[in-house]
C-alpha cells in the first residue's frame, strides 16, 4: 500500500471523552471527500504510558487510513475493547468518535460540535 500525501491543511472535528484513564481528544482529519485521513489522541494529563502507546496506535491507523483502510473495519477493530476497569476504555474512544465521524458525512464542515460529543461529561 501507498499512503496518499499530507495536505496543508484538512478539516477535522475534535471530540472530547471521558474514560476511565481520565478525559482524553480524540481528533479526525478528514480528506477532500470527507473520509477519515488521520486520527490524534491526546490525553487530559500527557505523560503516562497510555499516552505513548496512544501515539503509536494513531500513527499506524492514520498510515491505515491514508493508504485505503475502510474506516468502518478500523471501528469494528476497536470497538468493544475492555480492560480491568471496564467498558469505557481509551481504544473504545477512539471507535466511537471515529464511528460518529463515519456516520455523519460532512461532519467537518457542518458546525457540528465534536468537542461536546457522545461520552463528554
Do not use: W
Not at 499512503?3 to 484513564?21: D, I, M, N, W, Y
Not at 481528544?25 to 497510555?50: L, N, Q, S, W
Request: glycine share 14%; proline share 5%.
Amino acid at each position: 500500500m501507498k499512503k496518499k500525501a499530507r495536505p496543508g491543511s484538512l478539516p477535522s472535528v475534535t471530540f472530547q471523552k471521558e474514560t476511565h484513564c481520565g478525559r482524553i481528544y480524540v481528533t479526525v482529519t478528514m480528506d477532500p471527500k470527507g473520509k477519515p485521513f488521520e486520527i490524534f489522541v491526546r490525553f487530559g494529563k500527557a505523560g503516562h504510558c497510555g499516552a505513548a502507546v496512544f501515539d503509536g496506535l494513531t500513527r499506524i491507523l492514520s498510515y491505515a487510513l491514508r493508504s485505503g483502510l475502510d474506516a468502518r473495519e478500523a471501528v469494528k477493530a476497536l470497538g468493544g475493547i475492555g480492560c480491568y476497569y471496564g467498558k469505557d476504555t481509551c481504544m473504545n474512544a477512539v471507535s466511537e468518535a471515529l464511528r460518529e465521524v463515519v456516520e455523519l458525512p460532512g461532519i467537518a464542515g457542518s458546525g457540528h460540535r465534536g468537542l461536546r460529543g457522545p461520552g463528554a461529561k
